[in-house]
Structure formats: C-alpha cells, structure tokens
C-alpha cells in the first residue's frame, strides 16, 4: 500500500515539474520572437488596385500580442493574436510552405523567406498614395510592456497609372491611422481635404464613404460632397465587431477624373457620451403604502443619443431590503423595463426598499452606471416629486459659466393644479414648473430643492446635489508656442500645450488672437496665423463638454513687407502672386492663412476698388466652420471701419460681404454646428455677427428707399412674416425691368442689403434667445444666480461680489463684515442669490417690487437664516441694474479682449476679456457711444420708429420700459414775464427718492425742491433757494429723498433767475423770451421683505432701505439697507401734475361750454326715443279651447295660462317651429305646436308667449316635453322658465330651466307648486348674491346700453337699453351730487393754489355707503318667486313685464257646494290610493329582505374572486422570475457553447499524458478509501 502511495506522490511531483518548467520556458522566451512575424509583398504595387500583403508568423504567441500593418496614411491590418483573437481579420490560416503560397499569390518578396512551414494571412490593400512609401509591420505584448516590440519596415513603390496626371488628393489633420481625428458625438466635426496636384480639373465633387476600421463593410455614403465634410453630431453612431476596433471608423472620400479614381482616407475616433442612471425622486423618498408603487428610470440618459430617441434596450433593476427581507418580491433582475408599478401589497408599512437600476450603453457594454433609491413605505399621503436635467446638470454635473435648466415634475398629480417652490442654497426663488439659473460658488456643491403642493396639502420634495465641473488642470501644465517670432499672416505659430488632465477626455485646444478664433486643434499640430502687433495668444483648455481653463503665451509678429494697397491692379497683384497666392491657399485647404492673409489686407486698404479685389477672392472658398463665421464677421466689420465715410458703393460691398457671411451661416445651420455658438469658446464668434448686423441696420435706415411700391411690398411682406428668397427674387425683377438707371440701382442696393441683413437676424435668433442680441419682442425669462464665497477677510478691505446675471453688484464694507461674523474667527461666507420672475399681467410694468430680487447672506459654518438681521453699527449697500439696460438672463460666458480704442469706435457689444467672471455683453456702467460710422450726403431717410429730439435714450418714452402707463412723462413749459412761478407736483412714496432732470433751458431758472405741507407764499422760499438750471442746459439733474415712512407731497417751484429784483406788482417780459424749459420725474424706492412678520402678514417693506442720495444716469439705482435679508428696488417716471399759480391762466372758454351743452342734450334726446319707442318686450297670447275634445267626461274644466319665456342672451331666440307636450292625468300626452315663420319669428329674446288653454286632462303638477324642428337659421334657442297657472285652483307650477334647447326634445319636470300668496326662496345665497350684483352691474354699464346688443345674463332677465339707460343716468347723477356735497364747493381762490383736501380711505368708505343706499332705494331685490291672487286675463295684454314672478290670475270664487263636492271627491281618491299604497309597501318590503341576502352573497364572492386574483398575481410574478431566470441561463451559455466549438485541438500525446494521470489519480484515491475502510 505504502508503496502505491510513494509511487502516486513521486508522479505527481514529476507533472508539477514538467507544467513549472514550462512555465518558466514561457517566461523566459519572448512571445514576439516565438511568433517570428514577417511581412512580404511586391517592391511595386499598382495604384487603386487591390494587390496582396501577406503577414506571417511560425507559430501562434501564447499570450495576446497586437499586430499593427500600416503606412503613414494606410491601416492595412489591426489585430489581435491569441486564443481569443483568432476570428479577427485578416485571418491566418496554416501553410506546409510558405514560398510556395507566396508564389500563388503572385508575391515576389525582396527579402528571403526564413521559415517554411507557419501561418499566414492574405491582406488585400488598395494603395491611393504615389511614389514609394514605408510598409510598417508592428507587434507588442500588451501584458507584457517589459517585452520590446518588434518593427519590420518594407519599402514599396506605387505605380502611377497609365494616364497623364492623376489628381493627389489629402486629408488635413486625420490622415495618420496611428493618431486619428477625435470627434465628440455631441458635436459637429468639420473634415477637410485638399489637393496637393489637382490636374486643372474645376470644383471637385467627391463621395465620401464611412466604413469600418479594415474598409470591409460599408457603413453609409454622403454624395455630391465639397472637399470640406461636416460629421453632424450624433451620426456616428454604429456598432462595431471588435473591442479592438471600437469607435475606430474610415472616412473616405473618392472622385473621378478621366474615369481614373482618386481617393484619400481619413481616420476618425468616436468619442462617446456617458450614461447616466436617474430613478424619479432622487436617493430617498416616501412612498404612501396604500397605493401602488411607482418606481420611474425613464429620466436616465445615454448622452451619445438625442433627447428624443430610446436611451436603452434594458434597464436592470434590483431590490433588497434589511427590513423585509423574506419579501419574495424584492429581489435582484427583477424587471428589464424603464417604468413599472409593484402592487401595494407586496411592501410592508415602515420598511425600507433599495432599489437599484443599471444601465449600459446599446454600443458599448462597458460604458455603465448605477444608481440607488431608497423607499420608505408611509401611511401619510406623498407625492412623487422628480427633478428632470434639461441642460447643464448631466451626471448631477454643472459648468459654472453656462446656465443650469431644471424641469420640476410631478409623477402622480393626474390633472389637479400643482404649486411649485424651488429653493437654491435653502432659499426661496420661484414657483414654476422651470428653473433655469446660475451657479457661481466657491465650494463644488450647489444644493436645489423642489417642493411640490397640492391644493388639499399633500406635497413631496426632491434634493439634487449639483457638482461643479473642473476645467482641464495639471501640475506642471503649460503651453508654449514656436516659433516665438514671425511675420503678419505669413508665419505659422505651433502652439502646443502639454500636461492637462481632465475626466472628460478629448481635451480640446482653442487659440484666440484678441477677440477672434484662430483655430481649435487636439493636438501640438496646429497651424496659427496671426495679425500684426499681436503680443499674447490666449488659449482656452476645454474638455469634451467644453468646461474650459485659460492659459496664454507670448509672441512678436512683425507686419507684412511690401504691400502695395493704393490701386486695386497692385492689389490684385500682391494676392495672387507667390508667396501671397490666395488662390493656392484655397486650393490647398489653408484656409486659416486665408483669412488672416485677407483679414491684414482688410486693414490696409483705403478704397471700395480694393475692396472689391479682396472680395472677389472669396469665390475660391466655401468654408463651414464657426471660426471663420467668426472670421468673416470681423472682416465685414473692418470694410465697415476702412471704408468710411459709407455711400453706396462701399454699402454695395458691404453687402456682398455679409452675403458671403450669411452664406457661411447657412451652411453652419445645415450642418447642426450653430448650437454651439453659446457655448464659451464660441461666445465672441456670436458677438461679432451681432456687431456686423447693429452695423449693417444702422447704414440700412441711412440708405436712400427704392420706389413706394417695392418698399410697400417688402415692408408688408416683412411684417406678415412672408419674406423670403422668393419674393426677393421677384422683387428683382421688377426693378431689373426699370428704365431709370439711378431709381434701378438705387432700389437694388436697398434691396439686396435689406435683404441680406434680414437673413443675419434670422440666424441669429439663438444669440436673442440668450441675450446676446437684443429682442423687441423678447419675454424675459426667470432664471436664478446663485453666488457664494468663502474665506478669511481682511479687516481693513472692501469686498465686492458681481451677480452671474449681472443684474447686481454688492458691496461689503470691513464694518458690515465685522458686525456680521462670529467673534472667535475671520472666516466668512458670503451668499448672494439673485431672482428674476415674472409676474402676473396686473402687475403695473412701471413698479413691480417682486419681480427682481436680491438675497444676501453671512454666516460662517451653516446658513440657518430666518429672519431679517438688523444691522445696527453699518450698512449693505448694492446697486441694481433696471430698465433697459437690463442684461439678457441667459447670457453665457465670453471669450476677449477689453475693449480697444480706434479711430470710429464703431463696437457695439464688447467684452472685458477672456476671464472666468467677464460676460459677452459690455457694462451696463460703460456710457454708451455712437458707431463712429459717417455717412455721405444724400437722401437720409428716417424710418417709422424714429424718436423725438428732445429726449435721449435714457429718458425715451419710447425706449424706455419702465415708463409703464405713463406714456409721455416729459414736460415742457414757459415763463412769459420775470414774475410768473411755475408749479408742479407728485407723489412721493416713503423712504423712496426723485430725481428732476432737467433737458432744455433757454434761461437761467431758479429751482425750489419742497417735501411737507404746501406754504402759503411761494414766492420767498423760490427766492432763496439755491438750486439753478444754467441757461442752455441740455442735462442738469436734482435729487430729493422722503426720509419718512409715510407717502408725502413733493413740490418743484421754478422762476427765472433774478426775479426776486422785480416788483410783484408788475408784469415784467422776460429778456429774449419766453423761457422755455422741459424736465422729467424719475421715482426710486428700495424695499426689503418682513420675514420677520407671520407668514399670511409678511409684506414688502422699505422701513431700513433708502435709495442712496445720488443719481446714477445709465439704469442704475443705488440702495443702502440697515439690515440683511432680501431685497428688491423698482426706477420708473411718473408725471408732473401741474398747480396754476398766475391767474392769466385761468380762461373762461365758451366754445367749449357749448359743446357740453350740445353733446348732452343730444344724448338727453337719443335717450328719450330709446325710452319712447324701444322699450317694449315682445309679447303674444294665444287661447286655445280643449274642453270639447273630451265631451262624454265627468271632469270639470280648467283654465290654465301657460307661460313660456325666453331668455335675454345673444341669439336666444329661435326659428324654429316649438311643440309642448303635456302629460295628462290618464298618463296620456296632449300637445301643442306654435307655428312660426322662419323669417319672422314669434319666439324672440326676451319675449314671453302666453297660451291659455281650456282643458279637462292637463291637471297641475305635471310634466313637459319641449321639442322642435330644427327650422330656419338659428334652431337652438334659450328657454328661462315655463309657468303654469291653474285659474280655478289657484296653483302655479314652475319649472327653471336656464339653458340652451339644442336637442330635439327636452323633457321638464318640477315640484315646485306654489298657492297663492306662498313666498319661496329658490336659490342659494351665493347664487342670489351673483344675481343682485350681475344686475346692478348691468345697471351701471354706459357704453353697451348705448351703443351695444342687449346684455348677455345667464341669470337675470335682461333690462332694455332705455330703462338701463335711465337707471345709469340716474345713478351717475345721484352719485356726482353726494360726492359734490362731501367734497364742499370751490372758491376763486382756492382754484388758484394746491387744495390740502386729501382724499382718505374712510371718506372713500363714507362716499360709497352714502351712494349705495341712495343709488338703491327704489330696486327691488328678487330673490325668490312670490304668488298672489289677480286678475288673470287681465295681465293677457301686458307686454312690458321686467320681473321673474310668477304670472298671476285672479279666478272667481268658488261657492260651499262646489267646495264640498270637490272634498268629498278627493276624500275618495286618497283612500283608494292609500289601499294601493299599503300593498305596494308590502311587495317592497319582500323584495328588500331579497335584496339584502344576495348583497352579502356578492360580497362573499366578491373577496373570493379578488384573493383568487392576488394568487394570481403572484403566480405571474414567479413565472416572469423563473423566465427571466432561464432566458438568462440560455444567454450565458450560449457563449460558453460557441467557445467549446472554437477551442483548439490538442496534441495526441499531451491527451494521452492527461488521461493517463487522471486514470492514476482515481486509482490512487479509490487505493485511499479502500485502505481506510479496512
């Protein structure tokens, strides 16, 4: 035994040996040099032709190696070798010769072949480059980077073809397969070609293919291609076969000369998006337990796609509780779907579910994420509230100069109003469902909360936790750039920057010279061209989501020599010879040396000749970029600056310029590259068309108009939004078919630069929708900035903090900062939040104290703020930006220089540079100045929108959006003689400021500002003030401040100066007068709000803000505030009201008193013909006697009086021909039909048709069917009510009907019976009080009694026009006459000065109770229907009824007999119907002990079939989990069984080896357990 023991131990030892050593060999010997790579091919290959490259190896690696086949333009072959690398192409395939193969496959190597029997692969390449060229075979261990790799260089010839010249076509950039053209899917990526020999052939059409990485599938084709390709964002998208070929693709483009194909080849990297796992609600929520539970992954995102587009093909969704862990429904893969609902039943009450959802991306399984959320379950109602990303937020991811979109959402709301609250850093901001705001902090957390409220109370919240993006960093990162010296336009500068990292890969270079974008580049082989006197070139660093750093590196550029620019011929000389060939720059695809080159000429010239040589160039090229867009742009403006002064040939070339311009515009649209133009490194590309566009619009309303008839059409089509490319070109013909020279070209260069700066705006209109361009048109939106800023302050400095939206700057003083911050530490945190809302329609536009707020805080570790802080030792001071120099909320950053000096000044949007605090728009605090652009004499024509003189743009009515309803607040006055004292007045709120400015003075006057009770001499206090307006004075301004918490009278005296000197007495002339003199009030307030204060009572305050005591001109207002909370300020002009002071003022006009006089009494007469002949309701009766139809009946007759009326609402008449049905005491119908002609109806609105009726059938109560015909033109009419009154019983049966009858048949029923005299209220106390107040409403309406249609009333009966007429007039007149006693009368001399008769609340009170019962006393207040004893047939004849009573009838009187007869009769009635009662009772009491038995057994069965249900469900729930399970189960061995077939055949004798150690080991165990058995 012992022996057989030793015996199994020592062969094991031996097989551990054999498999170390072999090991060891493996280790030892190179990889590389076991495989013995070779490659062969013929030492000429044929051009455009497919020929053999064969690659050999002697044997397979045992680890992975990667094999690299590949000239400098060519990837002929990418692969891996190895077990798992072996369906790879190009295949290899075994060869017992490899000579003899390569002699089949008509291969004459240069070089001896080593090995006779190995692998081989047949690669088939087509070879586009000419001449000779390196074949370059490279293979590396990538598991092993110790091991060297190997490279085999093979130098080829490829032969020209049999033709005269063949075109060279080459790729810029994307040529190399080693590096390839990154491109971002998020993005178009512009690809160019050019040709290096283009064999005089003309414009190159090409067809660029897309195929995989070994050019053997074909992706898609793009035809009809210029030598400039756009890869649109997201298109290149396509799955790829092997990881080593991921987002690897061939770009080729091919063409056709002399039937002889030219291709080139360019590589291109897809740079994919990430995904992004959202589960609706955030990380935690609530989930109430007795609904079904929602769990939403809809939100999650694949950024490689669009929006729009499924994301994901599956959604893998866990779930695993601590709480409930024997939950058989909480459990890994439970669903593959997006959305889904789990029954309430499944989750227990106070447990808590992890759920957790993966994603993947559909083109590449190892791009993932993960997200959790855990729920709670809650008996209390929870809504389900979610924050969906809209922009700026991807991956909970911001850029701090872009603006974050925020979409609030609630997911089980249905259809019930949802009130929104969103709060930034914990402060409150806006209630709508959007937010889109700024976040500018200095930590990288940025917290946004969404509260979601019900009506009924129930709410929900969700928290995001936005991070701030990091721009590409390093170390030791910098940039340089070679040569660090050269010429204007001619020398290329390599920038090259190294050493940024970032997570975001590709990192992307964007160099500018000043303002302008040179160029982009991924790499340090960038060309860049400069201008003159450039000293620095700014680069910003991006990532691929364009969150940029900003670096720069010096350089020297001296200016072009020789150039000659005085005539055009010398022109055209100098660019088109060598080394300044523009058209050989084209041709070859420089394009950045093209324009810089065109950009230096630009600048030089002098006259529209040159111009015109420098334009005709720019036929060579179409470029599509967003940097030349940028390019062209600053070249139009420097024609613009060159060419001064504008006539109309230059305006001609002006406009062929922007042509060129809107032509590269087009194609930036067509190829979905212009929404990158906000972004940062674009923002001045945006900046410069807006410039060209203000400047071409400013020469375009100088430029004389073309005839009235093109102007006539241009304008309405422009205005009807019917302008286009169609119409223009009609418009051209038009005036090509002229005969006047001077009126055709005229109107031709009017047109085309009309035009082509239409064509500008239009594509501008993203740069409006974010606030680079100003709209007409635009609604500002809400938005919110976010600003916090933490550090040690500095005791002895001020601090200053701009808003990102640039609608605040606040200032901190070292005494605020030290009353604010703890005692025990100089560590502070600042938080600035800024909100634009917009308010409600009733909100006044010229004061609006909410709509603009600003919010600061100081605190030190935690913001825990409340309340307002009082500050008691200092103040906050900010300033705010307001009317029309508000900037665009969604502004983004901007890229360039401080503005630069030049001789026209002619920028129009300027940026202060390429800093990561500047924006794209110039300060709001910069004055603004004319373009500098000077016109030639000619016919200056003034459009539509032109403003008046006497006003600037500061002080417009036109401009200017805080006028508000004030539409002309400018007041002009005079002063004829040295004694006369102009005065005027306003009201001025507490604690706000106005400002007087002044903007014409012919004269020298003397000012009085006075706040406080009016004096009673004006005279002495004008004397000695010492305020003065110089003579000539076009901007002299004055300010005045109510320090007082209550609203006071302010008061502006005016005289001339020197008037004091001349008698009173007198009425001295004023020297070269009269005076003339025009001013404006402005009104400032600064409020603050009372959180202080319960929260129902809390209110806009402005108690501890005042306005600071200054005038700022250019839309600023200054506020100082004594406490810290949050604040808002309002600028708006009000008018001056003026107070007569001379009594030459004061004219008697009797002209004008007889106007009065003749327009009221013709109003008096047209009154009294309404009353006269209109006031008449239409009426008809109709008797009808039935009673003999019935003669051999007993029952007596009775009279019944029907009355059916219309209602007064337009159209409430009908033409219809109208049947009424009765239901008569034998269950029988009797009915009657009023006949009406279509065209001259009976039944009209407001009319009333009275039918009597003799009858022994009808009886009261009963009921009614309406029905008509639908005849004539208005069928469908509205019925009010129907009466029916019984004359013998004296019953009245009403039914209320107020609505339309648009069906055939209506069918009335009513248990409303009065008797007479009975009093019943018929409508709630709302619906009487909507009555009541609806009529006198209608009462008091002037205008529609007059001149309108009857009032339209839902509930009360229309009045005419004459008795609504009369009661107005009435009313007005008793309301005059109270208010006039109250008020007391006037004197002469109090017509003359202010009266100090202030209207208060409690008079308004007492006016309106004194007019409310005078105005009443005569109305009758109907609420109800009132029933009394008449004469029935007397009332058949009134026509004018007004009330809704019922219709009375006073019948004879019944005797004794026939009263007691009557009683015996019902006496009898009511016992047979009582027996019928008692046995119908019975019968019903039978059938309810039925009803009640088989209630409890539906209830029973009810609970059985429903948990027979939830078994059911349950069932399901298992069988999905065990399908899931075995789908599962078939896709993981799928893989496993295709592996098997593919494994490789083992040798025979290690097989033996095997079976023979295995077969010892079970002897040996079997020898093992024999032994220890025994």
Known sequence: ???????????????????????????????????????????????????????????????????????????????????????????????????????????????????IIGYFANVRATFWDRDYTILRLEGSVPSMPSIEPIFIEVRIKVASPNVDCVPVLKMSGCQNPQTPQKVVLLRSTILRAHFEEKCGMGNAVLTWNLFNLDESKLLTTFSNERLIFVLKRYSLRYSTEHELWRNLYVLRPEGYFHSTKFAARCYVEAITGKVEAVIAGGATRNAIISRHLLMDG?????????????????????????????????????????TFRMHKNFFKLHCQYEFTLSVKSDDNPKVKSETKQLVTMVKYEVLHVAIVCLENCANYQYNPLNKVQLLGKCLDCGQ???????HVGGQYTLSKKNLTMHISTQGTIAKIQLSIRLKDGTSG?????????????????????????????????????????????????????????????????????????????????????????????????????????????????FISTDPNNIVEMANHGRLNRFFQFMQSMATRIKDVDSGTVLMNAFKYVHPTSLANLGKMANFTRTFGIQLTPIDTNEQNLLTASLTKLNEIFDAVYKNQIHQEMIEQPYVNVTVACVTVYDMMDRLNKKMPRPPQSIFDEYRHALDKNKLDQNLVNQL???????????????????????????????FLEMARKHGFQPDPNEIVAEAVSLEIQCFDIDPEKHYTIKTSDRMHIVYFSPELLKEAKPSFTNYICLKVVSTIRELNWWYPEEKQPSSVLLSVRIYFFEDTFEVEQHLYHSEIRFKTIVGKYKPAVERPESTGEARESSKMEMLLLEEEGMHNKSRAARSTEEDEEDDGLIFAGGNNVIGRDKRPDNLDDD????????????????????????QWIRLYRINLEGHAMVTVRFKESTHELQVLLFIGETPKEWKPLVNKSKCFVPARSGNKTMVIRNNCNEHKRAYMAIQINGAAEHSDHMNTPVK?????????????????????????????????????????????????????????????????????????????????LASYLVIFALIFGYLLLLVIYCNKRPSKTVVCDMSAMDYETTRDVHDLLIFLKTGGRINAQTTATVRLIFQTTQRAELQFTIMQDPAKPQLTRNSTYVLLVRTRDIRIPTRIAVAHNNAGRYPSWYLRRIEILDVQKQLTQIFIVNRWVRQKFLILSSSMVLKSGEYRIVEKWRERFINEFERLWINWGFWHPLTGTWRDSKNYMSLSRAQRSCVFVSKMLVTYTIVACLLGHSTRHSAYQDRKIHIKFKDLGEMFMYCAIATNLRTRNIVGITVDPGSAFANLSTSTKTTDSSALANASQLTYNQLEEHINKWTLEFEEQEKVFTEQATQINAWDKLLIGNNQKIIELNDAVQKVKNDQ??????????????????????????????????????SQTYLMVENEIYHFGKFIILNCAN
């Open 1072 to 1152: 070269d007068g009269p005076a003339v003199f025009s001013f404006v009030f402005q009104e400032r307030s600064c409020d603050y709000w009372t959180y202080s204060l319960p929260k129902e009572s809390q209110h806009w305050s402005h108690g501890h803000c005042l306005p600071v005591l200054e005038y700022q001109k250019k839309g600023t207002i200054h506020c100082s505030c004594t406490l810290l909370g949050t604040y808002t300020s309002y600028v708006y002009h009000i008018p001056a009201i003026v107070i007569p002071l001379q009594n030459e003022h004061v004219h008697f006009n009797f002209v004008l």
């Open 1513 to 1550: 469900q349950v069932l399901d729930q298992e069988l999905e989990f065990i399908a899931t399970q075995h789908k599962e189960l078939e896709e993981s061995l799928a893989p496993l069984e295709k592996e098997f077939i593919n494994l490789p055949r083992v040798d025979q004798e290690r």
């Open 732 to 762: 051209t013909k038009e005036i090509a078919s002229y005969d006047n020279e001077e009126a055709k070209n005229r109107s031709m260069s009017w047109l085309n630069a009309m035009w082509q700066t239409e064509r500008l705006y239009r």
């Open 461 to 573: 919240h969700q928290v995001m936790l936005l991070t701030k993006r990091v721009p590409p960093t390093g170390t030791d990162a910098r940039c340089t750039v070679e040569p660090q010296v050269g010429i204007e336009a001619t020398t290329p500068f390599y920038v090259c920057c190294k050493k940024f990292e970032t997570k975001h890969e590709p990192i992307e270079y964007f160099f500018y010279a000043g303002r302008e974008l040179l160029t982009r580049c991924y790499r340090c082989d960038c060309k860049a061209y400069l201008p003159v006197n450039l000293k620095t070139i700014r680069v910003l660093i991006c990532d691929n989501l364009l969150t940029c750093g900003e670096s720069s590196v010096d350089v020297t550029v001296t200016p072009l020599a020789n150039v000659t620019v005085d005539k055009a011929d010398k022109v055209s000389d």
């Open 955 to 978: 002080e417009d009515e036109y401009a200017i959006s805080d006028a508000g309803r004030y539409i002309n607040c400018l007041e002009i006055d005079t002063l004829e003689y040295m």
């Open 416 to 422: 019930q109003q949802v009130i929104y609250s969103w």
């Open 298 to 338: 809809s939100f999650s995102r694949d950024y490689s796609k669009t929006r729009n587009v499924k994301q994901f093909e599956s959604y893998q969704w866990d779930c695993v509780s601590q709480d409930d862990y024997r939950n058989p429904f909480c459990r890994s893969n439970m669903f593959k779907v997006s």
């Open 1 to 115: 035994m012992w022996h057989q023991l030793w015996r199994t131990l020592m062969l094991l030892a031996i097989i551990l040996m054999f498999v170390k050593s072999d090991k060891d060999e493996g280790d030892k010997f190179n990889d590389l040099d076991l495989a013995d790579m070779k490659v062969y091919t013929n030492e000429v290959v044929p051009y455009g032709e497919k020929t053999s490259v064969v690659i050999t190896i002697q044997r397979f690696p045992r680890r992975k190696i990667k094999l690299r086949l590949s000239t400098e333009t060519y990837l002929l072959a990418y692969r891996e070798l190895g077990t798992n690398g072996l369906d790879m192409p190009p295949r290899f395939r075994r060869s017992r010769n490899i000579s003899n193969t390569l002699e089949r496959l008509n291969i004459n190597p240069s070089i001896s072949v080593t090995y």
